[in-house]
């Protein structure tokens, strides 16, 4: 997920691209309907448990997003996230502005209908919006690559989008993805033992690790059950393996760590007691000098 800037009041509704048709419009723009912006800046740091820190939502993302509204309102549930079936509030246009910083500026239009998903009254949940105590995520399914750098960047929108309130406090508007491809990033993670077995974090991933405190808490949220249950596994049989390493293994974990700089040949010798066997520039000079006199 993603923490940016959220209710845009110097920004009129009318000045964000409608993207839904006139009739569409037509059936949530009531009598009592209200219009709002929301407002981020791209590229967005990501915080969240799926793609994890250090994630960046480039404005390419943003683009495929709100591409999304062309085919349909994006639907929102006034409360939180437990219910996709729930349509309180709909994203009905957005546009993505280059700005000056080389990222862009991406509006949200959103409209509140005077009544909710169930034939409620929406004038309290619009009041709060006006009163800017309300806060927004946006969920979608993600796509991108890394960069040379390592650093995940999500480009594509692939589906699943909602834009829910979220509890005040919690975040001030997120982007959570949540498509299978964040799942082989945290499997890739532990395949190459970047697991954290302390980490008190709510995330699942830390720091670059998978926590597996926080898999253990996963289990207790119903849509996400089966996800904490095939890490906690992975983790595990990582373990396992771990115990018993194969000496292939080893040596691909070293000659990895020496080429990208995470161990150090002096210390590695050092620390299995074979200092005395390490040849460094002089050694090799001095053995040719010999080998030259026994000729």
Do not use: W
């Not at 009598?31 to 912006?37: K, L, P, R, S």
């Not at 009905?92 to 409620?120: E, L, S, T």
């Not at 946006?138 to 750098?149: H, M, T, W």
């Not at 597996?212 to 373990?239: P, V």
Request: proline share 3%.
């Amino acid at each position: 997920m993603v923490r940016y800037s959220g209710l845009n009041h110097s920004i009129s509704p009318n000045d964000v691209s409608l993207l839904i048709s006139e009739d569409k419009y037509a059936l949530l723009n009531d009598a009592e309907a209200y219009e709002i912006v929301e407002t981020l800046h791209a590229p967005v740091q990501g915080v969240g448990e799926f793609p994890g820190e250090g994630a960046l939502y480039d404005p390419e993302f943003f683009t495929s997003f709100i591409e999304e509204i062309k085919r349909y309102p994006i639907p929102g549930n006034k409360h939180d996230h437990s219910s996709s079936a729930d349509a309180d509030f709909f994203t009905i246009g957005g546009d993505v502005k280059p700005n000056p910083n080389g990222g862009a500026d991406v509006h949200f239009r959103i409209i509140i209908p005077g009544k909710d998903y169930n034939g409620n009254d929406n004038s309290g949940f619009i009041r709060a919006v006006k009163l800017g105590a309300v806060e927004f995520s946006l969920v979608s399914a993600a796509e991108g690559k890394r960069d040379s750098c390592g650093i995940m960047h999500y480009t594509r929108h692939s589906g699943k989008a909602r834009n829910d309130v979220v509890d005040e406090g919690a975040m001030l508007q997120n982007v959570v993805a949540n498509s299978k491809e964040n799942e082989d990033e945290i499997m890739r993670l532990i395949k190459i033992g970047a697991i954290d077995y302390t980490s008190e974090s709510e995330q699942l991933v830390v720091n670059g690790k998978v926590s597996r405190r926080a898999a253990i808490k996963l289990q207790s949220s119903a849509d996400k059950k089966a996800l904490a249950g095939r890490i906690l596994n992975a983790i595990a049989e990582k373990k396992k393996r771990r115990s018993g390493m194969e000496y292939e293994e080893i040596v691909r974990a070293i000659k990895a760590g020496i080429a990208n700089n995470t161990i150090n040949i002096d210390q590695l010798m050092s620390d299995i007691s074979q200092s005395n066997k390490l040849r460094n520039e002089v050694d090799i000079n001095n053995a040719e000098a010999i080998a030259k006199l026994r000729h």
